[in-house]
């Protein structure tokens, strides 16, 4: 099985440009899926399983912050099915009349502070995101993570100094995993699935939930696979895997 993985606002229309000449001689169907960078583990399982179960599919994983990927299928990208990390951005893309049917809620996530094994900033809570002395990350305000930990942060009355703001969570995780920053707010799944990681728990009364849609895009080449990939995301064999990677499930 190859595996695949987009990224860049030009990917998914490069991958068009070349994929006759990767998948001549070939019966398998190609399914082209956009799925947050959080989901990134839970969906590589999830595309290892399915392919298992439907050898004639063959499913494509363009991994990205969910702003990015919808400003991609808004421009007509050619994609499959989408899963972002917000329902509004599932909401938007609808709007568009680029959903084919109906969008379902297969997940949720919450978010927690991450910090370095061995926490050498110290950090015990919210407030030390003000700490002038510490390396901060936050995920840029474009794209949920970075949306989510803005209302986390006014919630709690704390004013974060961020020394660098990333194009998703997975680019914020992997600077706190290799010690480059002090701290930052990513979703509790990637910490769980992170080496070298540490997370604090964020209080209930100031954290957020999200819900992660997924759905079949009206654009689609190949209604059938795609609507074979949503509804194995929607199934049982689906959720146990989800539920492994400690997303809450519906």
């Known amino acids: 099985m190859a595996r695949r993985l987009i ?3 030009f990917a998914i229309l490069l991958f068009v ?18 799925a947050a960078s959080s989901l990134t583990d839970a969906f590589r399982d ?13 499913v494509v994983l363009n991994l990205g912050g969910s702003s990015l990927l919808r400003e991609q299928i808004l421009a007509r990208a050619p994609v499959d099915a989408f899963a972002p990390a ?4 599932m909401e938007e893309v609808r709007a568009a009349g680029l959903v084919s049917g109906s969008a379902r809620v297969f997940a949720r996530n919450t978010m927690t502070i991450a910090v370095p094994a061995g926490n050498p900033g110290g950090v015990t809570g919210l407030d030390d995101l003000a700490r002038p002395e510490l ?3 936050l995920c840029a305000e474009t794209v949920p993570c970075g949306r989510f930990t803005r209302q986390i942060l006014l919630k709690a009355g704390v004013t974060a100094r961020p020394d660098t ?14 010690g480059e920053l ?25 954290n957020v939930t999200t819900d992660y849609p997924v759905a079949i895009m009206s654009g ?6 795609a609507t074979a990939f949503v509804a194995y995301v929607l199934s049982d064999e689906g959720r146990v895997l989800l539920g492994r990677h400690g997303f809450e499930l519906p």
């Open 86 to 89: 917000n329902v509004a951005i």
């Open 135 to 137: 390396l901060v990350g």
């Open 17 to 34: 440009s070349c994929a006759g000449a990767g998948t001549r001689g070939s019966d398998r169907v190609e399914v082209l899926v956009a």
């Open 46 to 58: 999830i595309e290892a399983a399915f392919e298992e179960a439907h050898p004639g599919i063959d």
């Open 7 to 9: 990224a860049g606002s």
């Open 165 to 178: 703001e990333e194009p998703n969570v997975r680019a914020l995780l992997t600077k706190v995993e290799r």
């Open 182 to 206: 002090d701290t930052g707010i990513v979703y509790a799944t990637d910490v769980r699935g992170a080496d070298g990681v540490i997370a604090i728990a964020i209080p209930e009364v100031y």
């Open 220 to 225: 689609t080449s190949h209604p059938e696979a």
